[in-house]
């Protein structure tokens, strides 16, 4: 999706918040989208608000700055109700909303940032370095596979929010649901900002960092059961970014959450069985 001032569109974010978003790059997750074999489209807001192409296997929305309008939230329902694959990342500096999806999947996004005093990655030397929060805490779930097998290295979190559950809207069947993801149990949501555990306000615990739901079994042509729709959320839009790191061979641009992508999309893309290779 391009349009909103995702990380995968920088050009589209409003000049007034270009100070306050910071800008990101996407050049290793569109790579490992090709070297998965899949043909990447742009999918801006003029097409989406009048529905999701017919060839679109998954659809990707990276922390969008600007809110969606309800047509395309609406598109991106009709979508799933046909069985389609989502795959949304959000981020505290962008927009927190997930329009209609909130009551049809039974989550909600809180951008409050995402602190562990305990646990986290050394990189300043000052307290903005809390926010770097490590994390070793991975579900059994096919989008996790690889992240288990390393589970003793961790993952590193950069500005995450949380994900929290809300209430389902209507009487239809809600999905499956399965948190992948959690955070230390050390962390806490810093709601006032200052980098400081304030245990009044504040609480550590273990936050729902990814989730994966899956909707109920839909009938094909011929009234045999098929697979239903699947989302893979996340609260850290960083996870997906370019990231530069250094080593004795030289610098290097890779991902942040490392095998992360590639189960995530094998699983969206009904190709779980290959995980982990």
């Given at each position: ?188 949501l810093d709601t006032n900002d200052n980098f400081a555990f304030d245990g009044a306000s504040e609480k550590r615990q273990r936050w729902n960092l990814a989730e994966v739901f899956e909707g109920p079994k839909l009938k094909d042509a011929e009234g045999k059961d098929r697979d239903g729709y699947r989302v893979a959320m996340f609260a850290d839009a960083d996870l997906f970014a370019d990231a530069l ?33």
């Open positions: 999706m391009t349009g909103h001032g995702e990380i995968t569109d920088p050009e589209s974010v409003p000049p007034e918040l270009k100070g306050r978003v910071p800008e990101r790059r996407t050049s290793v997750f569109k790579k490992r989208l090709a070297d998965l074999n899949y043909e990447v489209k742009d999918l801006g807001l003029i097409d989406l608000a009048k529905d999701v192409p017919d060839d679109a296997t998954i659809v990707i929305m990276l922390a969008p700055t600007v809110p969606l309008q309800p047509a395309e939230w609406a598109a991106l329902s009709r979508y799933l109700d046909k069985g389609g694959r989502l795959m949304i990342a959000l981020d505290p500096k962008a927009d927190p909303s997930l329009g209609e999806l909130e009551g049809k999947l039974g989550v909600k996004y809180n951008p409050a940032p995402l602190t562990d005093d305990q646990a986290f990655l050394p990189q300043r030397g000052t307290m903005a370095d809390r926010r770097f929060a490590i994390t070793q805490q991975f579900s059994a779930h096919a989008s996790t596979t690889s992240l288990s097998r390393t589970v003793d290295k961790g993952m590193v979190l950069i500005d995450s929010g949380a994900l929290e559950d809300a209430p389902l809207q209507g009487s239809a069947q809600g999905p499956k649901k399965t948190v992948t993801i959690r955070s230390q149990e050390s962390s806490f790191v250094q080593s004795m061979r030289g610098a290097a641009m890779v991902i942040v959450s490392g095998p992360l992508l590639d189960d995530t999309i094998k699983w969206l893309g009904g190709e779980e069985t290959f995980v982990g290779d």
